[in-house]
């Protein structure tokens, strides 16, 4: 069993993602099973940033269906190209939205939710087959640092996708 992630309050977010990037590398060795570890990837970046929603969407089909996730409970399946997620999705890389409110068909899934972002992950095959989906209830949350920091994070996962 993994030991849990422990990462200090008092750090910058820059810090804290670097502290957690070799936690996870733990968490999820050898791990074989996209879900178990977008489960607690999920966990790891919830309780170390606090973000409001932070969960995966999976492409079945011509949809993204709901995976694993931390926070309120949240749509269920989204269509190619609509909102935050779909467009991340059709577009095949990162939104980064300072206000959910100025994005052209959001998808409101928690009224809570002012600023997102919303990252691809590839499959084997090259192809979106997953993305990472996280809210925050403050605006302009995230920038085009915290896109390079999941990516990496992301990066641990599409080898299993």
């Keep these: 069993m993994s030991s849990p992630i422990v ?8 810090s804290r993602y670097t502290a957690l990037l ?6 999820l060795e050898g791990e074989t099973d996209a879900i178990a570890a977008m489960a607690n990837l999920c966990a790891a970046l919830h309780a170390t940033f606090g973000w409001h929603w932070v969960g995966f969407y999976r492409v079945i089909g011509n949809e993204l269906v709901l995976g694993p996730f931390q926070g309120p409970v949240a749509c269920s399946r989204i269509p190619f190209g609509k909102g935050v997620c779909g467009t991340a999705w059709s577009e095949g890389r990162a939104q980064v939205v300072p206000d959910v ?5 959001h998808i409101a899934c928690s009224a809570p939710s002012r600023s ?3 990252l691809p992950l590839r499959g084997r095959d090259g192809t979106v087959a997953a993305v990472l989906d996280i809210d925050s209830e403050l605006l302009n949350d995230f920038s085009s640092e915290d896109a390079t920091h999941l990516a990496a994070i992301c990066a641990r996962l599409e080898t299993l996708l």
């Design 7 to 14: 990462i200090s309050e008092a750090l910058d977010r820059d």
């Design 116 to 118: 997102e972002i919303v």
């Design 101 to 105: 409110d100025q994005f052209p068909g």
């Design 22 to 27: 070799p936690q996870l590398d733990g968490l």
